[in-house]
C-alpha cells in the first residue's frame, strides 16, 4: 500500500495573529461568510469583522447556535448563498469550525478558514467535520475533499481560554503519538488513504516532545492567565501536529475508548480530550505497556490536570451494564480498537477500563 499524508493549505499562528488576518485572506474570497457563536462573536466578532472590512473584503455574520447538526449546516449553506459569500470562516471551539468546514465542502470546497479560540481538540487542521444529533450524539464524519485552506491560531486568544480547554487538548494531543506508533506497527490506512509516512510519524513524536516539554509550564501560564512562550510551543503541538497525526497517522483504543464512552452518562460532562486521556491508560493496558513507561505517563497526566479514572471522568458510581456496552461500542467493526491489535474483545476493552481506572485509583493514592 502506499504511504499518504494530508495537511491545511497554510497554518499560521502567533500572539495576537488574528490582526494579520486581513493579508492572510487575501487570495481567499471577496465576501466572507463568518461564523461564532453569540458569546464568541461578543468576544472577538466584531472585531475580526472589522479586520477583513479593513481589508477590502465584504463579510456576513452567521450565528453559531450550539450543535454541529444536519439542519445547522444546511441553514448556514443557506444563508451564505442568499448574501452571495464566496468563502467562510469558522471562529471558536471545534463544533463551531466543524460547522464551518462542512458548509464548505457542501457547497462544492469553497475555501474554508478555521480560527480555534481554545486548544482543546484536533478540529482545526483536519479535514473531517463530525455532524451530531439534536442530543448531541455522532450521527457522521464528513470527509472534506481538501483540509482548510488556512487555519489562524492567535495564541493572545488562547492564552486566555480556561485552563480546562487547554488541559483537555493536551490530553487530545497526547494519545496521537500511541495511537500512531500502533497504526505504523499495523500497517494501517489512515485517513489519509494510505499507509503512515516517516514524515508523520516524526510529527507525532514532535507533539510528544512538545507536550512533555512544556506542558505543564503552559498550562500553569494559561491559569495565571498569563501567555508564555510554552504556550506557543503546546498549541503547535495540539492544534497542528496532533490534528495532522491523527488523520494521517492513525487512532486506535484511545479514541475508541472515548467514542464508547457516549454510552455512560455520568461521563457527559468530560471533554473530548479527557475522556481520550482515560482512553490513552486503557489502551496502554491493553498493550501490556511496561511500568516505567506507564508511571512517566501517568506523571504528565497528573501534572497538566487529566484525569486517570473513571471518578475523574465524572463516573461516580460504576454500573457493569453501562461500561460494558462502552466496550462493546469501543470494538463494533468501525471502530479503531483493532488498530491495536487484531481480535480485541469487548470483555478485553472492558477488563482494561476497569484496569485503568484501578491503575490511576492506586497512583492518585486514593485506593481504598
Ligand atoms: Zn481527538
Redo the contacts with the bound molecule.
Keep these: 500500500m502506499s504511504v499518504a499524508m494530508k495537511a491545511p493549505g497554510r497554518y499560521v499562528q502567533g500572539f495576537g495573529e488574528r490582526k494579520n488576518l486581513g493579508k492572510s485572506i487575501r487570495k481567499l474570497g471577496e465576501k466572507f461568510y463568518f461564523i461564532a457563536s453569540p458569546g464568541g462573536y461578543r468576544r472577538n466578532g466584531e472585531e475580526m469583522m472589522q479586520i477583513i472590512r479593513d481589508a477590502g473584503k465584504e463579510v456576513v455574520f452567521g450565528e453559531f447556535h450550539g450543535e454541529t447538526t444536519k439542519e445547522e449546516v444546511f441553514l448556514h449553506m443557506e444563508e451564505l448563498k442568499k448574501a452571495g459569500c464566496d468563502a467562510v470562516i469558522g471562529m471558536g471551539g471545534g463544533k463551531v469550525l466543524d460547522t464551518a468546514k462542512a458548509v464548505a465542502e457542501n457547497l462544492g470546497g469553497i475555501p474554508c478558514v478555521t480560527m480555534p479560540t481554545v486548544a482543546s481538540?484536533?478540529s482545526p487542521c483536519s479535514g473531517v467535520a463530525v455532524l451530531y444529533n439534536e442530543q448531541g450524539v455522532v450521527i457522521k464524519a464528513l470527509m472534506m475533499r481538501r483540509n482548510p485552506d488556512l487555519v489562524v491560531v492567535d495564541t493572545e486568544i488562547i492564552s486566555r481560554s480556561p485552563a480546562r480547554q487547554l488541559s483537555a487538548g493536551i490530553g487530545?494531543a497526547l494519545a496521537t503519538w500511541y495511537e500512531q506508533r500502533a497504526c505504523e506497527r499495523n500497517h494501517v490506512k489512515t485517513m489519509a488513504r494510505g499507509t503512515v509516512t516517516e514524515t508523520v510519524s516524526a510529527m507525532c513524536r514532535l507533539c510528544n516532545d512538545l507536550l512533555l516539554r512544556y506542558g505543564k509550564e503552559a498550562l500553569d501560564g494559561v491559569k495565571r492567565g498569563q501567555y508564555t512562550e510554552a504556550l506557543e510551543k503546546v498549541c503547535e503541538a495540539a492544534i497542528l501536529l496532533s490534528g495532522i497525526g491523527?488523520e494521517s497517522g492513525g487512532l486506535a483504543a484511545a479514541?475508541a475508548v472515548n467514542d464508547g464512552l457516549a454510552q455512560e452518562p455520568q461521563a457527559h460532562g468530560a471533554y473530548?480530550g479527557e475522556k481520550?486521556a482515560f482512553g490513552l491508560v486503557t489502551q496502554c493496558v491493553l498493550e501490556h505497556m511496561e511500568e516505567k513507561e506507564l508511571h512517566a505517563l501517568l506523571s504528565f497526566m497528573r501534572d497538566v490536570d487529566l484525569p486517570m479514572t473513571l471518578e475523574q471522568l465524572g463516573v461516580r458510581e460504576i454500573h457493569e451494564e453501562t461500561l460494558r456496552r462502552a466496550a462493546e461500542m469501543a470494538v463494533v467493526p468501525t471502530q479503531s480498537t483493532r488498530n491495536l491489535r487484531e481480535g480485541i474483545t469487548a470483555e478485553e476493552v472492558y477488563e482494561a477500563m476497569l484496569r485503568a481506572d484501578q491503575i490511576g485509583r492506586t497512583f492518585l493514592g486514593k485506593e481504598s
Design positions: 481538540n484536533d487530545d491523527f479514541h473530548h481520550v
